[in-house]
C-alpha cells in the first residue's frame, strides 16, 4: 500500500454460487478459450459448490433427487447453450442462471495489495478469468466473465500486463482493463524518435528523467546491435536510433531499462533479418544496411500516409544520383533538421538550413544522414526497399493533408508559391 495509507482487510468473497446442474458429460471441460469477441461465457468450474455424498434411502433424500431430476432438462438445454456459444446468447442464459441459482462468488470494493497480472494473448474471457482467480484478483473466473460480458468494453480486453490489486470485485477489474492507459505498457509508434522513446520508459518504470538515455549509452554494447549498426560512428547523434523497434511492450514488475530496450533491439533485428536489409542494401547501391534504415526513417518523417512512402522513397534515391544538377545530391529535408533540434517544425529557417553546419543538415552536406532520424514501421522500411521508380524529384503538401509528388524543378515552384500563399493568407 502507498505510504501513509493503510490497506483494509481483504473483503470475504459472497456466498460461492450455489447449483443443482446435475454432472453432464464435458461440463468440466474449458469450453471458452476464444477470444472475447467469440461471444462465449466461461465454464463454471471455478465457482461451483462442492457437493457432499449424503445420499440416503430416506424421503429427504429423495426429494433432493427428485429436485435434481425436475430441473435437469432445463439444465441440459442451459448448459448446452453455454456450451454451443451462441453469439451474445451466452449472456442471457448466465442471466437466467444467476436468478435462479444465485450470483457466482464476488469480493466487494477495489482491492488490497497491489499486483501486476500477464494476459497471456489469445486468451478468451474464461481464462482470462481463470488467470484472475489464481492470481487472488477476483473471488471466481464465472464473476469475471459476467462483468466483463455486462460492459460494453469487455469483449475488447487486450492481452498484456495490468496493474491490478488482490480481492477486487470482478466488476473492477473489468473496468480497470477496458481502459487502455491502465495497461503496463510502453507503445513505440511510428517514426517515434529515441528521445521520446527514453521519456516513455522512465515515466512508466516510474524513474528519474534522463535514466533510460543514461542507461542506453551505458549498455550500448550490451543490447545486442548488428555488426553493420556502425555503433562506434562518432558523427550519430544517437547509434540507438533506428533499433527501438515500433510495437508494444508488456512491463513486468522489476524490469529494468535495459531489459526494455534489449527487446526492443532484438525485434528490430528479427524484422531486418526478416526483410534482407543486408543484401538489399547492396542491390540499391547503399554502402550498409544502416543507410537502408536512415532512408526508412526518413520515408516514415517525410511521408503524410503510407501512400506516399514509395513515392518518399523515390525522391531520396533520385537525389542522391550524382546526375542530380538540381539539389546536387543534396536531400534538402526539413525532418533532418527537425531531428537535430528535436523539434518538429512544418517550416525550417532558411537562415538554418544554410548556416548549420552538421551532418544531419541535409540543405548543408550531401547525402544520407550518418544514422536514422527515428525508428521507421515496416511499411516504411519496405518502402525504402522497394522505390516507386516514377522518376519523382519534387514533393509539396499544399493544404497539409495531401502531398503532390512532381519530376521538374517548374512544377514544383508552382505548387510551393500556393503553398506560401496559403501560408501568407492565415
Not at 441459482?101 to 474464461?126: H, Q, R
Not at 543514461?214 to 553493420?228: F, I, M, S, V, Y
Not at 525485434?267 to 526508412?296: D, I, M
Request: aromatic share 8%; hydrophobic share 35%.
Amino acid at each position: 500500500a502507498p505510504p501513509g495509507r493503510r490497506t483494509a482487510p481483504a473483503p470475504e468473497p459472497a456466498e460461492e454460487w450455489q447449483d443443482e446442474v446435475p454432472d453432464l458429460p464435458g461440463q468440466d471441460q474449458d469450453t471458452d478459450d476464444e477470444p472475447a469477441t467469440g461471444g462465449r461465457r466461461a465454464g463454471r468450474k471455478d465457482a461451483r459448490a462442492g457437493r457432499g455424498g449424503k445420499g440416503g434411502s430416506g424421503g429427504k433424500g429423495n426429494k433432493a433427487k427428485g429436485k435434481k431430476r425436475r430441473n435437469g432438462a432445463a439444465c441440459l438445454f442451459t448448459s448446452l447453450v453455454l456450451l454451443g456459444g451462441i453469439g451474445g446468447g451466452g449472456y442471457y442464459v448466465y442471466s437466467f442462471l444467476q436468478d435462479k441459482f444465485g450470483a457466482p462468488a464476488d469480493f466487494v470494493g477495489a482491492g488490497t495489495e497491489a499486483i501486476d497480472v500477464e494476459i497471456k494473448p489469445g486468451s478468451g474471457l474464461g481464462q482470462m478469468g481463470r488467470t484472475l482467480k489464481e492470481k487472488g484478483v477476483v473471488a471466481s473466473a464465472e464473476a469475471f466473465v459476467a462483468a466483463a460480458q455486462a460492459h460494453p468494453k469487455g469483449k475488447n480486453i487486450q492481452p498484456g500486463v495490468y496493474p491490478l490489486r488482490k480481492h477486487m470485485a470482478a466488476k473492477e477489474a473489468v473496468e480497470l482493463m477496458t481502459d487502455p492507459s491502465k495497461l503496463n505498457v510502453v507503445t513505440v509508434s511510428e517514426g517515434m524518435r529515441n528521445a521520446a522513446v527514453y521519456e516513455a520508459v522512465d515515466k512508466k518504470l516510474k524513474l528519474q528523467p534522463g535514466t533510460t538515455k543514461e542507461t542506453a549509452k551505458r549498455e550500448l554494447k550490451n543490447l545486442g546491435l548488428p555488426a553493420w549498426a556502425d555503433s562506434g560512428n562518432a558523427k550519430m547523434i544517437d547509434p540507438l536510433e533506428g533499433f527501438l523497434y515500433p510495437a508494444r511492450y508488456d512491463l513486468t514488475e522489476g524490469m529494468k531499462p535495459e531489459d526494455l530496450l534489449k527487446k526492443m533491439v532484438a525485434k528490430a533485428n528479427e524484422s531486418y533479418a526478416a526483410h534482407g536489409v543486408e543484401a538489399k542494401a547492396r542491390q540499391l547501391g547503399l554502402t550498409s544496411p544502416l543507410q537502408v534504415v536512415t532512408v526508412a526513417s526518413m520515408v516514415q518523417a517525410e511521408g503524410m500516409n503510407h501512400d506516399d512512402f514509395k513515392k518518399m522513397s523515390d525522391v531520396i534515391y533520385n537525389r542522391l544520383k550524382p546526375s542530380n544538377d538540381v539539389t546536387n545530391q543534396k536531400l534538402e529535408f526539413d525532418s533532418t533538421i527537425n531531428y537535430l533540434k528535436g523539434t518538429s517544425n512544418i517550416n525550417v529557417s532558411r537562415t538554418e538550413t544554410r548556416t548549420l553546419d552538421n551532418p544531419y543538415n541535409t540543405y548543408f552536406y550531401k547525402g544520407l544522414t550518418p544514422g536514422p532520424i527515428g525508428n521507421p514501421g515496416d511499411d516504411a522500411l519496405n518502402a525504402a526497399m522497394n522505390p516507386d521508380g516514377g522518376g519523382w524529384m519534387f514533393f509539396v503538401s499544399v493544404d497539409g493533408k495531401k502531398t503532390t509528388f512532381t519530376k521538374t524543378f517548374e512544377e514544383h515552384e508552382q505548387l510551393v508559391q500556393e503553398f506560401n500563399r496559403r501560408q501568407s493568407g492565415r
